[in-house]
């Protein structure tokens, strides 16, 4: 049986996935997002009646009125979470504004992101390597992909180990995550399909279950 060997097709380089920050003349100059109110509060005492202090909080008010870090503030999904690019090119800046810096371009559409905290319309994701910023949800997708991490890794008919190989993906390719159980994942590339190790793909979380 003849095994194909899929390799990234866009032949894109590593720097493109997270190349240098683009040149000053490109960029939006770094302003505040909002102004800040004035401080200048007039200080005169209007009353010699001593203010009474507030009543003390309950503690289990208090526990219950603060956010679950778990849970996105702005979509209550889950955090950290993955999603994928869904443009061609994205601008990672360093706040969730547009007045902030770029700092990144990703340029390959597809690629697995991961969101690890939520602000308003804007998103903070890492890549592969824990490096990222913030940027638009518009950008986003809940499409999920993976990168393959392991060279010439073998997809197989079943997710078993002495399963036949459908095929090779060489290291970097992205493939389109299908169900997972503890240790295997099916996923597509290139038109093909089949059962890969858990712990050879990014994208994915090693606990996760995929129906």
Known sequence: MTLALLALA?????????????????????????????????????????????????VSEQASAEPDPSVGPETNLPLPRFVSLKTDEGNVRR?????????????????????????????RVVDREGLGGWVHYALLSGTRTVIVDDNLLPIRVRPSETAPEAAQLEAGVIARLGECNPDWCRISAGGYRGWALKSALWGVASDEIRD
Do not use: C, K
């Not at 100059?29 to 509060?41: H, M, R, V």
């Not at 770029?102 to 992101?113: E, K, N, S, Y």
């Open 95 to 123: 706040g969730p504004s547009l007045s902030h810096r770029i700092d990144w371009v990703f340029l390959r559409r597809d690629m697995p992101l991961q969101v690890i905290a939520e602000y308003g319309h804007w998103r």
């Open 10 to 58: 866009t032949a894109v380089p590593a720097q493109q996935i997270r190349p240098e920050a683009r040149p000053v003349s490109l960029v939006l100059p770094d302003e505040d997002i909002l102004d800040e109110p004035s401080t200048n509060a007039d200080l005169t005492e209007v009353s010699n009646t001593p203010i009474e202090p507030p009543a003390p909080t309950d």
